[in-house]
């Protein structure tokens, strides 16, 4: 499971990650026409990350975190 804040947000978006067990997982963020604008891997049990998102577009984002046993968790956003 993972939480993101601030939502909205103007700058940085923090993601509080927490497993039951040290995992690899990828986190994505697409956009609202479907494109990938950002995508980054991470390994661990729980994870305190900070995005920097100023280089994107006001909109709403969709971020995904998969897992490397297939596990898909997902969280809208907005960019302000």
Same mark, same amino acid.
């Given at each position: ?9 103007? *700058? *940085? ?8 067990? =040290?995992?690899? +997982? ?7 026409? @479907? !494109?990938?604008?950002?995508?980054? !891997?991470?390994? @661990?049990? $729980?994870?305190? %990350?900070?995005? +920097? ?5 006001? @909109?709403?984002? !969709?971020?995904?975190?998969? =897992?490397?046993? @297939? !596990?898909?968790?997902?969280? =809208?956003?907005? %960019? $302000?």
């Amino acid at each position: 499971t993972f939480t993101l804040f601030p939502n909205p947000a103007t *700058n *940085n978006l923090t993601l509080d990650i927490r497993f039951n067990s =040290t995992k690899k +997982s990828t986190l994505k963020i697409i956009n609202s026409i @479907g !494109q990938l604008v950002y995508s980054e !891997q991470l390994q @661990g049990k $729980e994870i305190l %990350k900070t995005i +920097s998102i100023q280089q994107l577009s006001k @909109g709403i984002y !969709q971020l995904f975190i998969t =897992t490397d046993d @297939g !596990q898909v968790s997902s969280k =809208t956003f907005v %960019k $302000e």
